[in-house]
C-alpha cells in the first residue's frame, strides 16, 4: 500500500488549498478514505472521510462548511478542498485508509495505512 499526499503549503488566512492523496497497491474502490492532520504541538485529529462510493461523508465540526473531501476511484485518488483558511488549520495532513469501506469513520482505530503527510502553514 502506498500513500502519497500533495497540495500542501503557504497560504494566507482565507486562501484556498486542495490536497490530493494517490492511492496504490490496493483496490482504492472497495475502501473508505480519510484525511487527519497534525497541528504542531498536538495530537492527530479527525478531519473528514468518505465511504467507498463517496455516497457517506464526514467532517470534523472545526472544518465543516469549510473543507470537502471527495474521491475519484477511477484515478485511484482522495481530495480535500480547503477554504476559508485559518492559522489554526496549521498542520501536516494525512490520507489513510479506512477498515470499513461501507462508512465514512472518524477514529484513527478505523485506518490502517497512512501516507507520509503533506505540510499546510497558514499564515500572513
Known amino acids: 500500500v502506498q500513500l502519497v499526499e500533495s497540495g500542501g503549503g503557504l497560504v494566507q488566512p482565507g486562501g484556498s488549498l486542495r490536497l490530493s492523496c494517490a492511492a496504490s497497491?490496493?483496490?482504492?474502490?472497495?475502501?473508505?478514505m480519510g484525511w487527519f492532520r497534525q497541528p504542531p504541538g498536538k495530537e492527530r485529529e479527525f478531519v473528514a472521510s468518505?465511504?467507498?462510493?463517496?455516497?457517506?461523508?464526514a467532517h470534523a465540526g472545526s472544518v465543516k462548511g469549510r473543507f470537502t473531501i471527495s474521491r475519484n476511484n477511477d484515478r485511484n485518488t482522495v481530495y480535500l478542498q480547503m477554504n476559508s483558511l485559518q492559522p489554526e488549520d496549521t498542520a501536516i495532513y494525512y490520507c489513510?485508509?479506512?477498515?470499513?469501506?461501507?462508512?465514512?469513520?472518524?477514529?484513527?482505530?478505523?485506518?490502517?495505512?497512512w501516507g507520509q503527510g503533506t505540510q499546510v502553514t497558514v499564515s500572513s
Open positions: 489513510a485508509v479506512g477498515r470499513d469501506y461501507r462508512s465514512a469513520p472518524s477514529r484513527e482505530y478505523d485506518f490502517d495505512y
Open positions: 497497491g490496493f483496490t482504492f474502490r472497495s475502501y473508505a
Open positions: 468518505i465511504n467507498w462510493s463517496g455516497s457517506v461523508r
